[in-house]
């Protein structure tokens, strides 16, 4: 049963006493910069399938399933089953098994840029090991990435992620904003910040490319604004960096849920390599690097030690390799169909909601991902995505709401879905925004 709460400090007394008890261990109370908190952060209990429920006893329908990891949403009863099994014969080894043949042939075998694979144990590491591996095959220092776009915790793919209207330059020449104090700046010198969408910006990518590795790109960045890359880019983008021997990487770590082949193929784009994440892993960690077999032949062949050396304790552990082969084996073609139709009717119910309200919001997003923006226009790339303080006040209010409603929606309104959820929750999800904007009319 949810317990609606009428104000974000009401009383939530085991959360409360638990972030006292974090404060005392962590320097800020928790140990992921992510984490939300209203004041404080909701701790979770457990989950079922669509649903959280956290130590106060709140049950919500969750959209945020772990930053859009759980594809197949809480417990799902043949990854406990499977993992439970392996559990009994060993968590980790130095040694391989079998398990990370499965999973790496499963990929392989549905997303057509992957010939061969790298495992390791975050999407962190899958963009960071994908640059080595451009730089160790072009032997050039430098990358370039979109700007605002998320690409984990690697210092170069950081760079030009947090720019605001303050430090993020003109529009011609984006400043390549560090993401914290400190940065050498020898970093931001070897990164070329690019703007999604901006064809004509790839001419500075072409005037540098002697120095530049491969560009870093997610086909539809989700911190970013959750859009879709143009076709015209795309193509504009692949023509200029095979001229000019600069390589392509795709970070899928989110995007790879967008379709039964990930998101570079519903969207034409033909990576030279691919980061993955999040969904191959079953709920574990894991991260991925794919990609042409003469590139990743940097990592090593039968013949000959790499030129790029890659290790990890946990790297390809039975656990995580056998959770992702059977979450990956579920999502077959039918599944990704369905969880399409359901992003399309949340996504239709939601435009048709704003349009009925004459309210100043827009929607993107594609297959099981969608976001709200409090923008009367859909952006087309970071900075038009880009709240000012009174756009975020309003984007906590409906987190506010929805949380009020039974649904843990992210602050940030970017949401996901999970195979457990049906029409209904569809249904639920766009009768609490209509309640919010009714509200708001009243005002």
């Known amino acids: 049963m949810f317990v609606q709460h ?106 057509p840029s992957v010939e061969r694979v790298r495992f390791v144990n975050s999407g962190t590491e899958a963009v960071m090991f994908a640059i080595k591996a451009a730089r160790a095959f072009t032997g050039r220092p430098a990358i370039a990435r979109i700007e605002g776009s998320f690409h984990g915790a690697y210092d170069w793919a ?68 959750l859009i879709a890359a143009d076709p015209d880019y795309l193509k504009a983008l692949t023509a200029m960096t095979r001229k000019k021997g600069v390589l392509i990487i795709a970070d899928e770590v989110l995007n790879l849920r967008q379709g039964y082949q990930g998101a570079s193929a519903r969207y034409g784009l033909k990576p030279d390599l691919i980061a993955m994440g999040k969904i191959i892993g079953g709920g574990f960690p894991i991260g991925a690097i794919g990609g042409r077999e003469d590139v990743m032949r940097v990592f090593g062949t039968r013949q000959a030690k790499g030129s790029l050396p890659q290790g990890g304790t946990f790297s390809a552990n039975p656990v995580s390799m056998l959770a992702g082969y059977i979450a990956m084996q579920a999502l077959t073609k039918d599944e990704f169909d369905r969880l399409e139709r359901l992003g399309n009717q949340v996504r239709a119910g939601l435009s048709d909601t704003i349009k009925r309200h004459g309210a100043r919001f827009s929607v993107t997003g594609a297959a099981s991902l969608f976001r709200i923006h409090p923008k009367e226009n859909p952006p087309r790339e970071f900075r038009q995505a880009f709240c000012n303080g009174d756009e975020a006040e309003t984007l906590m209010r409906l987190h506010r709401h929805f949380l009020a409603s039974g649904i843990l929606l992210p602050n940030g309104a970017a949401a996901s879905l999970s195979t457990p959820m049906g029409v209904a929750e569809m249904t639920m999800i766009v009768d609490c925004f209509d309640g919010f904007l009714s509200q708001a009319n009243q005002r």
């Open 158 to 225: 950081e760079i030009g992620q947090a720019g605001t209207p303050s430090s993020w330059g003109p529009p011609e020449d984006p400043v390549p904003v560090p993401l914290y104090a400190g940065v050498p700046a020898a970093v931001a010198d070897d990164v070329l910040v690019l703007r999604f969408n901006d064809i004509e910006g790839l001419q500075r990518l072409e005037d540098a490319a002697d120095r530049v590795s491969c560009i870093l790109i997610d086909p539809m960045p989700s911190r970013a604004g």
């Open 6 to 111: 009428d104000a974000p400090d009401a009383s939530r007394g085991a959360s409360n006493l638990l972030f006292d008890r974090g404060l005392r261990v962590f320097p800020d109370g928790t140990t992921r910069v992510t984490v939300e908190r209203d004041p404080v952060p909701r701790y979770a209990k457990a989950g079922r399938g669509a649903y959280l429920e956290d130590v106060d006893g709140n049950r919500l329908l969750d959209l945020n399933n772990n930053f859009t990891t759980l594809i197949h949403g809480h417990a799902y009863a043949p990854i406990v089953e499977a993992v439970s099994s392996q559990l009994a014969c060993g968590s980790c080894f130095a040694n391989p098994t079998e398990h990370e043949i499965n999973l790496a042939e499963l990929l392989i075998d549905r997303i």
